[in-house]
Every structure is written in C-alpha cells, then in structure tokens.
C-alpha cells in the first residue's frame, strides 16, 4: 500500500451533465497537486480519461490497472505514468486496492457501483482498514445515499457500516475529511 495514492473508481462514460467531467478534471487536479498518486482503472475516455489526463497535466503520477480483455474495450491511456496489464477484474481490483491509501468513487456506472460496494465490504470484513467516499457531484449519488440510510433503518446495515463512508460534494472537503479520520502517519499526504 502507498498511503500517498489514492484509487478512484469512475465512468468510461462522461455521463450526462458537464458537471460531471468538470469534478473528475478537478479531482485528478488536486491529487496531483496534493503530491498523491493517482490509481484507476487505466481507460482514456469518459471520466477515467478525464480525470487522468487532468492529472498528468498537472504533473501528478498516474497508476493504471487494465485486464488485458479491456485493453481495446476500454481505450487504455497510453499515455499513463505506469501502465499495469492484469489477467483478469479480480486481479485489477485486488492490485487497485492494494496500492492504493484510500478510494474516491465518482459518477459511474454497474462497474463503478461493483468497486464501491466491494471496498466497503472488504472493510467491513477488516480486509482493509484505509478511507473511501462518495463525491457526489451534482446529487448524483443521493438515491444510493438515501438507499443505504434505509438499509441501516431496515436493519441490513449497521450505523457504524454506514458511517464509514465518508460523502462531500468537493474533492478537497473529502480529502480533508479523509485525513481527519486516519492515522497520522499517513496524514501528512492529504493536508
């Protein structure tokens, strides 16, 4: 783990508001310039793209992770600090996480939806204890917020679960809020 990198799992689309590819460009701006790495999935359209190429042109490293299957599928970047070519999804997740300090979840689809739900569960199981969040950028996410406050009120999720994920609607307001709840060893890369 690097506890100066941070995963974000996103859209190979640019979905349907400018708002959106406006907070990928923003994210991947404020990690480079915060001195975090930045880890994803390795495409070069939609908000993968984005959210890469924002990074790089403000000098930040950029982490890919593909499945040789997506190579073509998914336009890997080429343009990537490191390049990483994985057999399979469960060996790209498994290699996100582990170089990753913490995990960003922007506007996406099933995968995106797929790595959020993933992550969260493996730190309910204490796989991993790092931070992870929603940025919800213009309410995108707030049915899915709303669903999970009704699973704790169901009684399927405990309020504890649902605290662990941390929700903002800026990246730097998350990033604080991120190094707010982590140990201050890893701190000193998200101030």
């Known amino acids: 783990m690097n506890p100066l990198a941070i995963c974000v799992y996103c859209g190979s689309s640019s979905g349907a508001l400018p708002a959106y590819t406006d907070a990928a460009a923003r994210l991947g701006q404020t990690l480079a310039r915060r ?5 994803y999935g390795a495409g070069k359209v939609g908000l993968m793209g984005t959210l890469a190429d924002a990074a790089l042109r403000a000098g930040g ?3 890919g992770i593909i499945p040789r299957a997506l190579v073509e599928k998914e336009a890997a970047h080429a343009g990537l600090t ?6 399979s999804m469960h060996a790209r997740k498994a290699l996100m996480a582990e170089l990753a300090g913490g995990f960003i979840v ?3 689809g099933a995968g995106t939806m797929d790595e959020f739900f993933e992550i969260w569960t493996w ?10 969040g929603l940025l919800n950028v213009a309410g995108y996410f707030d ?4 669903y999970l ?3 704790v009120a169901q009684r399927f999720l405990k309020s504890e679960h649902r605290a662990q994920v941390v929700i903002e609607q800026d990246a730097p307001a998350l990033l604080d809020r991120f190094a707010a ?3 201050t060893r890893v701190r000193k890369w998200m101030d």
């Open 35 to 39: 001195g975090i790495d930045l880890v």
């Open 106 to 108: 922007l506007p996406g």
């Open 149 to 151: 406050d009704h699973m």
């Open 181 to 183: 709840h982590t140990p």
């Open 143 to 146: 049915p899915l917020i709303h």
């Open 82 to 87: 490191d390049l990483r070519v994985v057999d």
């Open 123 to 132: 730190s309910q199981l204490g796989i991993h204890a790092k931070p992870f």
């Open 61 to 63: 490293r950029v982490i």
